[in-house]
Every structure is written in structure tokens, then in C-alpha cells.
């Protein structure tokens, strides 16, 4: 049997947005949090000045948690690619683990993105030598929209859901 976790990130803490500006680019992207609880991450993605890619992380609320198989989205999208991206430091140093996803234009799609397909990233880059995401590694998560993907851009994530094995035990995460 699986069980399911509800993944809240911190709702102390405002989404931090890491567009190509870090880079000289001139990207665009924010996330904010809806009146009925959904998260929007939205912008524009310009390859101007060498720009491409727009992201937005928090942190999650409490501390890390084990069990955890995999990551389930239930997302509202544009049709565009996406990557969650599962940080194990909630900083903004260090690489991230990402898994990409597809959406379906104004379809509301449910995603399993199991851990073993999160790959360690930095900078854009695969970071080979990386050990394999952990669950109870995690304490930050976002979204990132790269790819060669210009123009507008609009995911209205609906639930980040944590799927447990029978056995899973969740530490300590907020639930709703």
C-alpha cells in the first residue's frame, strides 16, 4: 500500500526567484501562492544576452523526512517542459536534483517523478559524481523552465505530493 504525504513548502518564507539574470539575462519568473492555496509559477523566458531559464525554490516547512519513493505533481500547465527540482540545501549554493515533466495545455495532469529519476545538476550542467537523492536530503523544492523554451510561461501546481512505501515513515513534514 502507498501512502501519501502532502509536501508544504515553508508558508513563512516568500518563493525565491533565480532567473538567468544571474547570468546577465533577462528572464522573468516568480511564484506565488493563490487564495485557494495553489501555487503559480509564472514569466517569461528571453534568450537575450545569453538568458534561457527561469526557477523559483523554498524551503520546505519543518525538518527533513524519509520513506519517501517518489514526488507526485498535480499541475494545470501550458503545454511547455518543466523540471521540480529537489534541493538538499535551502540555499542558494549548491546543486539540485531535477526531474522533468511535460504538461498538456490547460489539461490538469498528475505527475510521479520517482527519486531515482531526480539527476544532480549545477548550473545547468549534469554533475556526474553526485550520490543519488536521498528523501531525507531534502529541504528546499522549486520549479525551473529551461530548454530552449521562449516566451511566456504558466504552472499552476495544485498539490506537491510525497508518495511513501507501506513501510515510509514521514519524520516531520507539514500536512494538509
Same mark, same amino acid.
Given at each position: @500500500?502507498?501512502?501519501?504525504?502532502?509536501?508544504?513548502?515553508?508558508?513563512?518564507?516568500?518563493?525565491? !526567484?533565480? /532567473?538567468?539574470?544571474? @547570468?546577465? +539575462?533577462?528572464?522573468?519568473?516568480?511564484?506565488?501562492?493563490?487564495?485557494? +492555496?495553489?501555487?503559480?509559477?509564472?514569466?517569461?523566458? %528571453?534568450?537575450?544576452? /545569453?538568458? !534561457?531559464?527561469?526557477?523559483?525554490?523554498?524551503?520546505? $516547512?519543518?525538518?527533513?523526512? %524519509?520513506?519517501?519513493?517518489?514526488?507526485?505533481?498535480?499541475?494545470?500547465?501550458?503545454?511547455?517542459?518543466?523540471?521540480?527540482? =529537489?534541493?538538499?540545501?535551502? +540555499?542558494?549554493?549548491? *546543486?539540485?536534483?531535477?526531474?522533468?515533466?511535460?504538461?498538456? $495545455?490547460?489539461?490538469?495532469?498528475?505527475?510521479?517523478?520517482?527519486?531515482?529519476?531526480?539527476?544532480?545538476? *549545477?548550473?545547468?550542467?549534469?554533475?556526474?559524481? =553526485?550520490?543519488?537523492?536521498? &528523501?531525507? &536530503?531534502?529541504?528546499?523544492?522549486? *520549479?525551473?523552465?529551461?530548454?530552449?523554451?521562449?516566451?511566456? *510561461?504558466?504552472?499552476?501546481?495544485? =498539490?506537491?505530493?510525497?508518495?511513501?512505501?507501506?513501510? +515510509?515513515? &514521514?519524520? %516531520?513534514?507539514?500536512?494538509?
Amino acid at each position: @500500500m502507498t501512502r501519501v504525504l502532502s509536501i508544504e513548502p515553508d508558508p513563512e518564507i516568500a518563493w525565491i !526567484g533565480v /532567473n538567468d539574470a544571474v @547570468m546577465g +539575462g533577462v528572464s522573468a519568473g516568480t511564484a506565488k501562492r493563490e487564495t485557494d +492555496g495553489a501555487i503559480v509559477f509564472s514569466g517569461t523566458v %528571453s534568450f537575450e544576452r /545569453n538568458g !534561457g531559464f527561469a526557477s523559483a525554490r523554498r524551503p520546505l $516547512a519543518g525538518p527533513a523526512f %524519509s520513506g519517501l519513493r517518489a514526488l507526485r505533481l498535480h499541475v494545470l500547465g501550458d503545454g511547455k517542459r518543466y523540471k521540480l527540482a =529537489a534541493y538538499t540545501d535551502a +540555499g542558494a549554493s549548491g *546543486f539540485a536534483y531535477q526531474a522533468g515533466f511535460a504538461t498538456s $495545455a490547460g489539461v490538469l495532469d498528475i505527475v510521479v517523478l520517482p527519486l531515482s529519476s531526480f539527476e544532480a545538476r *549545477f548550473r545547468g550542467r549534469p554533475v556526474g559524481d =553526485a550520490p543519488p537523492l536521498e &528523501a531525507r &536530503a531534502i529541504r528546499a523544492v522549486g *520549479f525551473v523552465i529551461a530548454d530552449r523554451q521562449d516566451g511566456p *510561461f504558466r504552472l499552476r501546481v495544485e =498539490a506537491i505530493e510525497g508518495l511513501l512505501d507501506e513501510d +515510509g515513515v &514521514a519524520l %516531520s513534514a507539514r500536512t494538509r
